[in-house]
């Protein structure tokens, strides 16, 4: 029981990762009604920069603030100079545009910062908890998550700005009709996920280790949690990473073999979640008229 | 046999636009005039929703003129026409399927929102206060067309007669000028056509909105409308009362064909 109880707090100390993943997923899908495949790659070109201010001499909490503008403008500028020509394409066209963005990003990061694994540092404090499965750096990463999915929680339910970016996303013919400037909902939508994307990155590059490739299977989890839990539902995109972090470490221990079938479990959560609640845990069900 | 009004809300001039080899609007010019409501009918495909599409920018027409209360607007984004009062409702709905009429409504009322979205993120109270006021409004509204008992509903849960009227109410949280609607007694039941009229016929006289209306239930055209303008091959044939429309031999030949 009590090895129950713990493999369920270090699920949720993983689930933290993905659930950081899956509400920048979120953001980015509410915005433009789309995944972007980049966005990984971007949150690790992000968390470069920010580890470039710290080998600078900044702090921590410096970095990660001027981080995070950078990624805001880093955000909106991608969405202007590379997606919006493409925006009326075809779906295929642009997530060919996104995979572009991904190996851009990935092969700028390598060239600039070379391939080496590099340690990247917390800011909260190095105690641990529950039989040393919890450290204060998990909490902390959790905290943080919680803090972004209120703003998003917020930004989205109550203000007007978060329901015209909402509208646009839906129908950007009608919004536009409404006096809703589509064109800078959506930057605003691509500065905001690239944001969350960076913290995500900040977080979870402590636990992963900062290289290019860091986010290959980080962002995967965040896609599956996002699903999990409801695309057009922050909330539900962090209770689904929470539930895989805990389904994953749950495998890796109670079934044989498990811990070289972590992903297969975590997909296969994906397909049940998908054949019988096809909206995701916490999502909506829309009808469209054909 | 215009009807001369000196000073219309809107005037449309010559008004052109091809798409390809067909000529989906050529040379229409009619006025609206202040408070009046006034029907557009034609057969299929004689330009009425392109009519509409270009008045509320979808559409940037080839040639001719658009003047809403003295102001060119040919050729602006369809954001700033709504900005500038024209508000309008489609054929086949288009709503936020996810949201509540409530947040739907909410929407409506954003082309007034005045701060701009740096502003808006930046000033709090501002942004609270602005928040309060098109709640307060979105909720006029939903009180004036009845919809109080479904206002946190999503729209795509709601009968197809409600979810118009919730594009009814987002269009005029807009407090249009000018308020267009396009086929709103298409896809709803008898019983509900009759609340439509009675409910169009209010939004002109009582709260003092002028309406452009494109429908095909003449009953219903001919109920509401003072004047009535008839396109056929995309050429306005007709623009007079509905009474003097309904025997125009012109209108009559488009309708049924020539002997």
């Given amino acids: 029981m009590e090895l129950l109880l713990q493999q369920i707090i270090a699920g949720l100390a993983t689930g933290g990762i993905y659930a950081c993943f899956a509400l920048a997923v979120v953001m980015i899908y509410q915005a433009i009604d789309h995944f ?38 880093m955000g909106a500028f991608l969405y202007l100079v590379v997606l919006k020509p493409v925006q009326n394409a075809s779906a295929l066209s642009q997530i060919v545009a996104f995979i572009a963005l991904m190996c851009i990003f990935n092969s700028l990061a390598g060239t600039i910062w070379d391939y080496s694994v590099k340690p990247f540092p ?44 909402r509208a646009a996303a839906q129908n950007p013919e009608s919004a536009q009709l409404c006096g809703v400037r589509v064109q800078m909902m959506t930057a605003l939508g691509w500065a905001l996920a690239a944001a969350i994307g960076s913290v995500a990155g900040m977080m979870v590059a402590y636990k992963v280790f900062l290289e290019p490739n860091m986010m290959y299977s980080i962002i995967l989890y965040g896609f599956a949690a996002a699903i999990v839990g409801g695309l057009d539902s922050p909330a539900g995109a962090v209770a689904g990473g929470f539930l895989l972090g805990v389904v994953e470490n749950l495998t890796g221990v109670y079934v044989p073999g498990g811990s ?31 | 046999m215009t009807v001369a009004t000196t000073d219309p809300l809107l005037r449309v001039t010559d008004l052109r636009i091809r798409f390809g080899g067909i000529k989906a609007l050529d040379g229409v010019s009619f006025d609206v005039g202040r408070g009046e409501t006034v029907g557009v009918i034609g057969p299929n495909g004689s330009g009425k929703t392109t009519l509409f599409n270009c008045l509320s ?30 508000s309008r409702t489609f054929q086949n709905l288009a709503l936020f399927p ?28 501002s942004m609270l206060r602005e928040e309060a006021e098109i709640r307060d409004r979105a909720w006029h509204w939903i ?27 987002r269009a005029l949280a807009a407090e249009p000028r000018l308020l267009m609607l396009d086929e709103p007694a298409g896809g709803i039941s008898h019983e509900e056509i009759d609340e439509l009229e009675e409910l169009i016929r209010r939004i002109g006289q009582e709260f003092g909105v002028t309406i452009l209306l494109v429908e095909h239930h003449v009953a219903l055209v001919m109920g509401v409308c003072a004047r009535v303008v008839v396109l056929n091959f995309g ?25």
Avoid at chain 1, 36 to 50: C, D, H, K, L, R
């Fill in chain 2, 57 to 86: 920018g979808i559409y940037s027409a080839d040639e001719g003129g658009i003047v809403l209360d003295g102001a060119a607007i040919r050729g602006m984004p369809a954001h700033e026409i709504a900005a500038r009062g024209i």
């Fill in chain 1, 122 to 165: 917390s800011p909260f404090p190095e105690t641990a908890l529950f039989g040393a499965l919890v450290t204060g750096h998990d909490l902390g990463m959790i905290a943080v998550t919680l803090i972004m999915l209120a703003g998003v929680f917020y930004f989205f339910k109550f203000s007007t700005l978060g329901l015209a970016m």
């Fill in chain 1, 260 to 290: 070289e079938l972590k992903l297969t479990f975590a997909l296969l959560l994906i397909v049940v979640v998908l054949m019988f609640k096809p909206t995701g845990l916490f999502g909506h069900r829309v009808v469209k008229r054909v």
């Fill in chain 2, 98 to 125: 996810t949201m509540t009429v409530l947040d739907n409504v909410k929407v409506g009322c954003h082309s007034h929102s005045s701060s701009s979205f740096v502003a808006n993120a930046l000033r709090f109270p």
């Fill in chain 2, 235 to 259: 050429q306005k044939i007709a623009d007079d009362s509905p009474g003097r429309v309904q025997s125009d031999t012109a209108v009559i030949r488009a309708y049924l064909g020539t002997d």
């Fill in chain 2, 143 to 169: 009180e004036r067309l009845g919809l109080e008992p479904v206002a946190h509903q999503l729209v795509t849960d709601l009968p197809m007669g409600t979810q118009k009227k919730t594009e009814l109410a």
């Fill in chain 1, 36 to 73: 972007n495949f980049a966005q990984g790659e971007m949150a690790m070109f992000s968390t470069y920069v920010a580890w470039q201010l710290m080998a600078w001499g900044l702090s921590f909490w410096l970095a990660f603030g001027l981080t995070f503008v950078f990624s805001l403008v």
